[in-house]
């Protein structure tokens, strides 16, 4: 294998003529270079230097390496100096996969925050729903995982081989049209619902309702069903139904005509920030986690 300390030492050797001059260029012995030329020459298997007296000319082998030598030892700079950059944070991307109601909250805070930190570092944006989202991340299509999970939900995913970041607990609410008979009641058990038509979220969020609903003794009466939150905000303010929302959904949207209202038992779910373990070491990754938890901190 070449290495490139023989590449720099056989190039010094061609452009001083002679391994006295060339050592001085790098810094180091005329022994040493003899012995660099020497393990270069086995590595490849041929000799690259004819020495005649103090004269010193390039086989046709050597030539051909020296050709090459500029360009090779060129990318390796060129590939060192991205190297530094990233792990310095004044370049690098990090690919970023989040539900929607997280990309309208906490993710343009937190890519604020790392823009104005390291402006050199490209984040690119996705949205997906867990568990697509996590697949995303486990197949190696994203290097950041924005998800949630509810709280003794049944089915729950396992998290053991991500490096799981805790963001916050989001509490859910009861949304309800503002002239509805508990508009303005400081809380509502799921049950007093059970009449009413609802309107349900993404298929997650969904499957929630049901497996609340049932454990309060009913089947909801889903009339309409959307991934769009501001849409159930929307049909909620038009009188076509109830619905419960994540409280971090009813703050990127202005429900007009509807009315939130504490759920009470509380349901909530737990939001985190997800990463395979070696990207977790990767700087502009755990720099966005870092960011996206101190988003989370001021909700």
Request: charged fraction near 20%; glycine fraction near 8%; include cysteine.
């Amino acid at each position: 294998m070449i290495e490139p300390r023989h590449l720099r030492a056989l190039r010094a050797v061609a452009t001083t003529g002679s391994f006295s001059a060339a050592g001085r260029e790098l810094g180091c012995t005329q022994p040493a270079v003899s012995q660099q030329m020497k393990a270069l020459e086995t590595s490849v298997g041929t000799p690259l230097l004819v020495r005649s007296g103090r004269e010193m000319r390039l086989t046709e082998a050597g030539e051909a390496l020296v050709r090459h030598a500029s360009g090779i030892l060129a990318g390796l700079t060129a590939a060192e100096e991205e190297v530094a950059a990233i792990a310095g944070l004044r370049a690098g991307r990090v690919r970023l996969v989040s539900f929607p109601s997280g990309s309208s909250t906490l993710v343009p805070t937190a890519l604020a925050a790392l823009r104005a930190a390291h402006p050199g570092t490209r984040v690119f944006l996705e949205e997906a729903e867990p568990p697509h989202s996590v697949d995303l991340l486990r197949a190696g299509d994203c290097d950041v995982t924005l998800a949630f999970r509810y709280a003794d939900a049944a089915g729950a995913e396992e998290w053991d081989d991500l490096v799981v970041r805790p963001l916050l607990t989001d509490r859910l609410v009861a949304l309800v049209p503002e002239r509805h008979r508990l508009a303005g009641a400081r809380s509502v058990a799921i049950g007093d619902l059970a009449a009413e038509p609802w309107i349900a979220g993404c298929p997650r969020c969904r499957g929630q309702l049901v497996e609340v609903c049932e454990g309060a003794g009913f089947t909801p009466r889903i009339d309409f069903a959307t991934d769009d939150y501001p849409a159930v905000v929307g049909l909620v303010g038009a009188g076509l139904g109830v619905a419960v929302l994540p409280q971090l959904a009813i703050e990127s949207v202005r429900p007009r005509g509807a009315r939130t209202v504490a759920l009470e038992p509380a349901v909530r779910r737990e939001i985190v920030a997800l990463t395979l373990p070696d990207l977790a070491h990767v700087p502009a990754v755990a720099a966005t986690l870092e960011q996206l938890a101190r988003a989370a901190r001021r909700q």
